[in-house]
């Protein structure tokens, strides 16, 4: 069958993106690019993907895209260029995986989707549904064995450190710079709000769970009210974001919805985090462990850090790109459409506008 070769454009936030679109064997790394004006170390993370994959790093897109015969477009770079580096990509008719979130700004999701639309072109945001767990929810509440569902709530608790905690600040301490903070955390992964513009939880890891709420239900949000904090984190107190957060959420076909989400901090629980899926329906429930399956493993020496849990049975990446193989090859959509992806930023900025006001927000 046809393979696909793909642009990477920027990937100076996260590699595990073009990393699991070269997993699939339809998609082959052909080319990294970025603008010539950006910062000389997000040069220097491009060149050295490039040189891991053994492929040219072109420092100019528009170049890249015109000789290098490619049909896909990955792109992970700051969240506030996404949406603009997939749209100049669409226009010349790529078909695009993208890095979440999908913008810090729902207007340019409007310019994604347009784009998109326009073009004719696939697009697939980057998420988690093809865990085995979460597949099992799937087809377990497709067969009706818990009946139609009624409510779904999600605990999406990500237990993993993000710099100094919270009142560690001393008296005349100046508040930390979140873009040299993101950039200081890229060596162990933990850069996920990287950008000028600071992220909070609810906006870096929102997809997730809203991705699942929106698979295993199939119905749009319609109205939230939200509550958010900066309980753990300095940078995030300093920076005006939140680290914690509720949101409960009216849906159609007269469905309840709820998730608690956070960077509860490496002290707040021995494994990765608590990320259950609970789902009530009229003949039954649900509540589904998003780790499973998993092995434990322990031995001497082993450092107080390390993850003893490790997840077993894990084909997310490859099924994630083989879902889109399969879009371009039928016309289909993908799990996660640009449409899709807007909606789940629209329930994100609603949920903050809530958080803001005090009040329940309408979701446009």
Not at 270 to 299: C, F, M, N, Q, W
Request: glycine residues 8%; hydrophobic residues 40%.
């Amino acid at each position: 069958m046809k393979r696909f070769r793909c642009a990477v454009l920027s990937v100076v936030k996260h590699a595990y993106v073009p990393g699991g679109v070269a997993l699939h064997p339809r998609f082959e790394l052909a080319v990294v690019a970025d603008d010539p004006g950006v910062p000389e170390w997000m040069h220097e993370r491009n060149q050295k993907f490039a040189d891991q994959y053994r492929i040219p790093y072109v420092r100019s897109v528009e170049r890249a895209l015109a000789e290098h015969d490619v049909q896909v477009a990955v792109v992970s770079s700051e969240a506030e260029r996404h949406c603009d580096l997939s749209v100049r990509a669409a226009n010349r008719g790529l078909h695009l995986v993208q890095d979440k979130p999908m913008s810090n700004r729902l207007s340019e999701c409007d310019r994604v989707v347009e784009a998109v639309e326009r073009n004719g072109v696939k697009f697939l945001l980057w998420n988690r549904n093809f865990l085995p767990a979460v597949v099992h929810a799937r087809r377990t509440i497709a067969a009706g064995k818990i009946g139609r569902v009624r409510a779904i709530h999600v605990d999406f608790y990500f237990s993993k450190d993000a710099g100094p905690p919270k009142c560690s600040a001393r008296p005349g301490d100046p508040p930390i710079d979140w873009l040299e903070f993101q950039r200081a955390a890229h060596r162990d992964g933990s850069d996920g709000g990287l950008g000028r513009q600071p992220l909070g939880e609810l906006q870096i890891e929102g997809i997730y769970p809203l991705g699942y709420m929106r698979m295993l239900t199939g119905a749009r949000v319609t109205r939230v009210f939200a509550r958010t904090a900066a309980h753990f984190h300095q940078a995030n107190v300093d920076n005006h974001v939140d680290d914690l957060a509720t949101v409960t959420l009216e849906m159609d076909g007269g469905i309840s919805g709820s998730l608690c989400l956070g960077r509860i901090g490496a002290a707040s629980h021995p494994d990765i985090g608590e990320i259950k899926i609970h789902v009530l329906g009229t003949h039954g429930a649900l509540v589904v462990s998003e780790a499973r399956p998993e092995v434990a493993v322990y031995y001497r020496g082993q450092p107080a850090l390390e993850f003893r849990h490790r997840r077993v049975d894990v084909d997310n990446d490859y099924l994630l790109m083989d879902d889109f193989a399969r879009a371009i090859d039928t016309g289909s959509e993908t799990i996660l459409d640009a449409r899709a992806g807007r909606g789940i930023c629209a329930v994100v900025q609603s949920a903050l506008d809530s958080a803001r006001t005090g009040q329940v927000v309408e979701v446009k």
